[in-house]
Protein backbone atom coordinates (compact mmCIF):
# COMPACT_ATOMS: atom_id res chain seq x y z
CA UNK A 1 0.00 0.00 0.00
CA UNK A 2 3.11 2.31 0.84
CA UNK A 3 5.01 1.78 -2.38
CA UNK A 4 1.27 2.49 -4.48
CA UNK A 5 0.86 5.66 -2.53
CA UNK A 6 4.30 6.54 -2.60
CA UNK A 7 3.96 5.44 -6.83
CA UNK A 8 1.10 7.36 -7.23
CA UNK A 9 2.85 10.83 -5.98
CA UNK A 10 6.11 10.39 -7.83
CA UNK A 11 4.05 9.91 -11.02
CA UNK A 12 1.64 12.94 -10.38
CA UNK A 13 4.12 15.34 -9.03
CA UNK A 14 6.37 14.10 -11.69
CA UNK A 15 3.80 14.74 -14.21
CA UNK A 16 3.62 18.43 -13.49
CA UNK A 17 7.11 19.19 -13.22
CA UNK A 18 7.90 17.68 -16.62
CA UNK A 19 4.81 19.39 -18.50
CA UNK A 20 4.23 22.19 -16.39
CA UNK A 21 7.32 23.37 -14.18
CA UNK A 22 8.05 26.51 -16.01
CA UNK A 23 4.61 27.47 -17.01
CA UNK A 24 3.22 27.55 -13.68
CA UNK A 25 6.25 27.86 -11.18
CA UNK A 26 4.82 28.77 -7.63
CA UNK A 27 2.36 26.00 -8.24
CA UNK A 28 4.14 23.64 -9.01
CA UNK A 29 6.98 24.02 -6.86
CA UNK A 30 4.55 23.71 -3.69
CA UNK A 31 3.63 20.31 -5.29
CA UNK A 32 7.14 19.21 -5.89
CA UNK A 33 7.94 20.48 -2.13
CA UNK A 34 4.65 18.60 -0.84
CA UNK A 35 6.60 15.07 -2.60
CA UNK A 36 10.14 15.88 -1.11
CA UNK A 37 8.36 16.61 2.37
CA UNK A 38 6.75 13.40 2.33
CA UNK A 39 9.71 11.51 0.77
CA UNK A 40 12.08 13.17 3.51
CA UNK A 41 9.58 12.89 6.61
CA UNK A 42 8.64 9.07 6.06
CA UNK A 43 13.04 8.29 5.55
CA UNK A 44 13.60 10.36 8.97
CA UNK A 45 10.44 7.94 10.36
CA UNK A 46 11.95 5.46 8.80
CA UNK A 47 15.67 5.74 10.31
CA UNK A 48 14.48 6.98 13.86
CA UNK A 49 12.16 4.01 14.19
CA UNK A 50 14.50 1.24 12.28
CA UNK A 51 11.17 -0.26 10.67
CA UNK A 52 9.98 -0.30 6.87
CA UNK A 53 8.77 3.22 5.14
CA UNK A 54 5.37 4.22 6.11
CA UNK A 55 4.66 0.82 8.21
CA UNK A 56 3.88 2.67 11.47
CA UNK A 57 1.68 5.38 12.40
CA UNK A 58 4.37 7.60 13.24
CA UNK A 59 5.98 7.02 9.75
CA UNK A 60 2.36 8.60 8.32
CA UNK A 61 2.41 11.51 10.63
CA UNK A 62 5.76 12.37 9.93
CA UNK A 63 5.49 12.07 6.02
CA UNK A 64 2.55 14.32 5.90
CA UNK A 65 3.96 16.71 8.30
CA UNK A 66 6.78 17.27 6.42
CA UNK A 67 5.12 17.11 2.77
CA UNK A 68 3.06 20.44 4.54
CA UNK A 69 5.68 21.69 5.91
CA UNK A 70 8.31 22.09 2.60
CA UNK A 71 5.01 22.56 0.38
CA UNK A 72 4.21 25.48 2.45
CA UNK A 73 7.14 26.93 2.59
CA UNK A 74 8.28 26.13 -0.98
CA UNK A 75 5.24 28.37 -1.49
CA UNK A 76 5.78 31.60 0.63
CA UNK A 77 9.37 31.99 0.30
CA UNK A 78 10.76 32.28 -2.95
CA UNK A 79 14.81 31.33 -1.48
CA UNK A 80 13.39 28.00 0.72
CA UNK A 81 11.49 27.14 -3.35
CA UNK A 82 14.92 27.59 -4.87
CA UNK A 83 17.01 25.52 -2.45
CA UNK A 84 14.50 22.80 -2.30
CA UNK A 85 14.30 22.25 -5.74
CA UNK A 86 17.14 22.52 -6.74
CA UNK A 87 18.91 20.52 -4.25
CA UNK A 88 16.65 17.50 -5.02
CA UNK A 89 16.64 17.47 -8.30
CA UNK A 90 20.53 18.19 -8.34
CA UNK A 91 20.97 15.06 -5.90
CA UNK A 92 19.02 13.06 -7.81
CA UNK A 93 20.92 13.66 -11.03
CA UNK A 94 24.47 13.37 -9.50
CA UNK A 95 23.69 10.28 -7.39
CA UNK A 96 22.03 8.73 -10.91
CA UNK A 97 24.97 10.10 -12.98
CA UNK A 98 27.81 8.29 -10.40
CA UNK A 99 25.69 5.22 -10.48
CA UNK A 100 26.87 4.68 -13.96
CA UNK A 101 29.87 4.26 -12.72
CA UNK A 102 29.66 1.13 -10.38
CA UNK A 103 30.52 3.03 -7.39
CA UNK A 104 30.26 2.41 -3.83
CA UNK A 105 27.09 4.01 -1.95
CA UNK A 106 29.11 6.45 -0.45
CA UNK A 107 30.31 7.92 -3.36
CA UNK A 108 27.14 8.30 -5.05
CA UNK A 109 25.95 9.77 -1.87
CA UNK A 110 28.74 12.28 -1.74
CA UNK A 111 27.95 12.96 -5.83
CA UNK A 112 24.46 13.25 -5.16
CA UNK A 113 25.42 16.59 -2.27
CA UNK A 114 27.67 18.01 -4.26
CA UNK A 115 25.27 18.11 -7.14
CA UNK A 116 22.94 19.37 -4.92
CA UNK A 117 24.63 22.36 -3.57
CA UNK A 118 26.37 23.66 -6.86
CA UNK A 119 22.96 23.45 -8.12
CA UNK A 120 21.52 25.45 -5.56
CA UNK A 121 24.14 28.05 -6.06
CA UNK A 122 23.88 28.04 -9.59
CA UNK A 123 20.21 28.72 -9.47
CA UNK A 124 20.68 31.67 -6.77
CA UNK A 125 23.51 33.42 -8.42
CA UNK A 126 22.12 33.28 -11.93
CA UNK A 127 18.16 33.18 -11.31
CA UNK A 128 18.23 30.28 -13.91
CA UNK A 129 18.01 31.42 -17.11
CA UNK A 130 14.79 30.40 -19.26
CA UNK A 131 16.05 27.26 -20.94
CA UNK A 132 18.48 25.97 -17.90
CA UNK A 133 14.44 25.84 -15.70
CA UNK A 134 13.06 24.25 -18.22
CA UNK A 135 15.95 21.55 -18.43
CA UNK A 136 15.93 21.14 -14.60
CA UNK A 137 12.03 20.89 -14.36
CA UNK A 138 11.96 18.38 -17.57
CA UNK A 139 14.98 16.33 -16.01
CA UNK A 140 13.61 16.13 -12.43
CA UNK A 141 9.62 15.51 -13.35
CA UNK A 142 10.91 12.75 -15.79
CA UNK A 143 13.07 11.14 -13.49
CA UNK A 144 9.99 11.22 -10.70
CA UNK A 145 7.47 9.61 -13.59
CA UNK A 146 9.96 6.82 -14.08
CA UNK A 147 10.64 5.96 -10.18
CA UNK A 148 7.01 5.96 -9.40
CA UNK A 149 6.22 3.30 -12.42
CA UNK A 150 9.48 1.22 -11.40
CA UNK A 151 7.91 1.21 -8.03
CA UNK A 152 4.49 0.01 -9.34
CA UNK A 153 6.06 -2.95 -11.20
CA UNK A 154 8.26 -3.82 -8.27
CA UNK A 155 11.24 -2.72 -9.92
CA UNK A 156 12.56 -0.55 -7.68
CA UNK A 157 11.73 -0.67 -3.55
CA UNK A 158 10.43 2.58 -1.39
CA UNK A 159 13.67 2.84 0.31
CA UNK A 160 15.60 2.93 -3.13
CA UNK A 161 13.21 6.26 -3.93
CA UNK A 162 13.23 7.52 -0.76
CA UNK A 163 17.02 7.49 -0.55
CA UNK A 164 17.45 8.21 -3.95
CA UNK A 165 19.87 4.81 -4.43
CA UNK A 166 18.79 4.17 -7.49
CA UNK A 167 21.19 3.28 -10.87
CA UNK A 168 20.47 2.74 -14.32
CA UNK A 169 20.57 -0.83 -14.34
CA UNK A 170 18.07 -1.18 -11.95
CA UNK A 171 15.19 -0.93 -14.18
CA UNK A 172 14.37 -2.29 -16.94
CA UNK A 173 15.99 -0.65 -20.53
CA UNK A 174 12.82 0.05 -21.51
CA UNK A 175 12.11 2.57 -18.42
CA UNK A 176 15.54 4.15 -19.21
CA UNK A 177 14.07 4.75 -22.94
CA UNK A 178 10.85 6.14 -21.38
CA UNK A 179 13.11 8.30 -18.63
CA UNK A 180 14.85 9.80 -22.24
CA UNK A 181 11.33 10.14 -23.94
CA UNK A 182 9.68 12.65 -21.56
CA UNK A 183 12.18 14.63 -20.46
CA UNK A 184 12.99 15.59 -24.58
CA UNK A 185 8.75 15.76 -24.59
CA UNK A 186 8.88 17.86 -21.36
CA UNK A 187 11.22 20.29 -22.83
CA UNK A 188 9.54 20.57 -25.77
CA UNK A 189 6.15 21.08 -24.44
CA UNK A 190 7.55 23.87 -21.95
CA UNK A 191 9.75 25.24 -25.06
CA UNK A 192 5.94 26.21 -26.88
CA UNK A 193 4.51 27.66 -23.87
CA UNK A 194 7.04 29.70 -22.83
CA UNK A 195 6.52 33.10 -20.80
CA UNK A 196 8.62 34.19 -18.29
CA UNK A 197 12.25 34.86 -18.44
CA UNK A 198 13.58 33.96 -15.33
CA UNK A 199 12.88 31.52 -11.93
CA UNK A 200 12.03 34.64 -9.94
CA UNK A 201 9.91 35.95 -12.72
CA UNK A 202 8.52 32.46 -12.90
CA UNK A 203 7.76 32.12 -9.29
CA UNK A 204 5.40 35.31 -9.02
Known amino acids: MSAILLAGLAIVAGLIFCFRGYLAMRTVIAIWGAFVGFALGTSLASLATGSSPLSEVIGWVAAIAGALLIAGLSYAFYTVAVIMVMASVGFGLSAVIASFFDA ?8 GVV ?53 PTDQAWW ?8 FVSGIVVQMRHRRAGTLREAYR
Open 115 to 167: GAVLLVILALATNLPELLLIVVSASGGASAIVWGISLLLGELTSSQVLQQEIA
Open 104 to 111: PAWVDAVA
Open 175 to 182: LNVLLIVL
